[in-house]
């Protein structure tokens, strides 16, 4: 009960810019606009969600996704790295991870019905950008698959998790077995690599959002022009009508006089 206080204490501390960024990690769309007591609301929700979650669930979905994860990564790791996914071939996912993906995309499920109606729900829930997005990524996966030819791997190829941070060898062993620089290297190597796979994730999701936001603010920006011309059409009519009647009228004086 402590730890819960104290969590929600440190939320509630949170910078909104911060707290927007957690609930995004959460698979939350969280928005500025929204308000801090609506956001705080909803990433507790999605707290409480995690806890009745099964983590064998989310490491099915990961699996499924072959997203690259350590088996012993903590639950909000696994929703991190499900928030990204936006597959829907649910062909190899086992039912309790299609249950659990579809508790975290807050699609409803029914007591007792079929996978298929799951499967098709959780479709119809997608958000528009996220399907356009999808559909972009396939188009620009195939060019570039057309461009850059590489090692095919078989898509039934087995699954491997990340290996686990301790199941390396130390940094004394490495400097054992090759030496200071060669270590130190292969220490730093695997740093760095770890560095780069992050700050690409979070490259990834700015562009994202940025991409959300340009579709926004396009948006808007269609509104307004079509507001626009509609006013425009509609002095134009009025203006057209107007001179139409001082037309007849001038006809009808020019007749009578």
Request: proline share 4%; glycine share 8%; with cysteine.
């Amino acid at each position: 009960m402590t730890d819960q206080k104290q969590q929600s204490i440190a939320l509630s501390e949170l910078p909104v810019d911060e707290l927007i960024r957690y609930g995004c990690d959460l698979g939350l769309g969280l928005d500025a606009r929204m308000g801090r007591g609506e956001m705080l609301r909803l990433v507790r929700q999605r707290q409480e969600l995690l806890l009745e979650i099964d983590r064998e669930a989310l490491l099915d979905i990961v699996v499924w996704a072959r997203r690259p994860v350590r088996q012993s990564a903590s639950k909000e790791q696994l929703v991190k790295e499900i928030a990204t996914i936006g597959k829907m071939d649910f062909e190899k996912l086992s039912d309790r991870g299609l249950n659990a993906y579809a508790r975290l995309r807050d699609v409803p499920l029914y007591t007792g019905e079929p996978r298929p109606d799951i499967e098709a729900r959780i479709r119809v829930y997608e958000p528009i950008v996220d399907r356009l997005r999808r559909k972009r990524r396939r188009v620009v996966g195939a060019l570039i698959g057309k461009v850059v030819s590489g090692p095919k791997h078989p898509k039934d190829e087995e699954y491997r998790f990340l290996p686990e941070a301790d199941g390396g060898p130390s940094l004394r062993e490495d400097i054992s077995d090759e030496g200071v620089v060669g270590g130190i290297a292969r220490r730093l190597k695997g740093a760095a690599d770890d560095y780069l796979r992050t700050k690409m994730d979070e490259i990834e999701a700015r562009i994202d959002r940025k991409l959300d936001e340009i579709d926004l603010r396009l948006a808007e920006w269609r509104d307004r022009e079509i507001a626009n011309r509609l006013k425009m059409i509609k002095i134009t009519l009025v203006a057209s009508i107007l001179v139409a009647l001082l037309s007849l009228g001038y006809n009808y004086l020019v007749r009578n006089g």
